[in-house]
């Protein structure tokens, strides 16, 4: 299965602990999103990732939260001192490039993160 | 003023009926538009992409764009059990590129 996986599939965290979410694009794939959804609410945009480039982070909040797309390896999204709040589904997709208004993004299954 | 709006649902339709579920946007920069599918507890799937004002058909979804009205609308014919989940639109301004916005989504359910 060539998709976009994302591990781990569920988190637990306790408040002030640290949590890395990875993401493996889909291959051919060189664009990598991260999305937030609350619960009950929709899909929020948070960073967009080219190899080794931070493109748009507008959606990503100030502080504690980063992301990175290395030259090897998964993209990765760290959350540090989680708070309650940060409880979520991440979801990162990625695209082939190209014209960037009809690239299609594919999601992966997502991470859960629950804080305890 | 939601960039991307939505009417929650449920849409609630009987088998083999067809389902019509509507979005509007805001933003007159944003030029493409497509629809997902999220089961509950699923990650969204990728149903139908649109770009152009019109139809768009593939197998039993359609996708309808009215740039001038802001009006993007999904039609599902013969809809079956397995499509109850909801729907999400989204859209990519070209200010913005590849940035997706998504309306809350529409849930749909298909009764027996």
């Known amino acids: 299965n060539a998709g976009v996986m994302q591990n781990p599939r569920h988190l637990v965290r306790r408040r002030g602990q640290e949590a890395r979410l990875r993401c493996s694009p889909m291959?051919?794939?060189?664009?990598v999103y991260w999305y937030r959804q609350l619960p009950e609410e929709g899909l929020k945009f948070m960073v967009y990732?080219?190899?080794?480039?931070?493109?748009?982070e507008s959606g990503m909040p100030k502080e504690r939260f980063s992301a990175e797309f290395p030259k090897e390896g998964p993209s990765i999204l760290r959350i540090q001192q989680v708070v309650r709040g940060d409880s979520a589904a991440y979801f990162c997709?990625?695209?082939?490039?190209?014209?960037?208004?009809?690239?299609?993004?594919?999601f992966g299954p997502g991470t859960r993160l629950t804080v305890l | 003023q939601k960039e991307v709006e939505q009417n929650s649902g449920p849409l609630s339709v009987p088998e083999g009926a067809i389902a019509s579920l509507n979005c509007t946007y805001s933003?007159?920069?944003?030029?493409?538009f497509f629809w997902y599918r999220q089961y509950s507890g699923k990650s969204p799937e990728l149903i139908m992409s649109i770009y152009s004002n019109g139809d768009k058909e593939d197998g039993r979804f359609t996708a309808q764009l009215n740039k001038a009205s802001q009006y993007v609308s999904l039609l599902i014919r013969d809809s079956q059990p397995s499509d109850s989940a909801t729907y999400l639109c989204?859209?990519?301004?070209?200010?913005?590129?590849?940035?997706?916005?998504f309306g809350t989504g529409t849930r749909l359910q298909v009764t027996l």
């Open positions: 997709a990625s695209s082939p490039g190209g014209l960037s208004f009809t690239d299609t993004q594919y």
């Open positions: 989204a859209s990519i301004n070209t200010g913005t590129a590849s940035k997706l916005t």
């Open positions: 990732l080219q190899k080794e480039n931070i493109i748009d």
């Open positions: 933003d007159r920069g944003s030029q493409s």
């Open positions: 291959k051919g794939h060189s664009h």
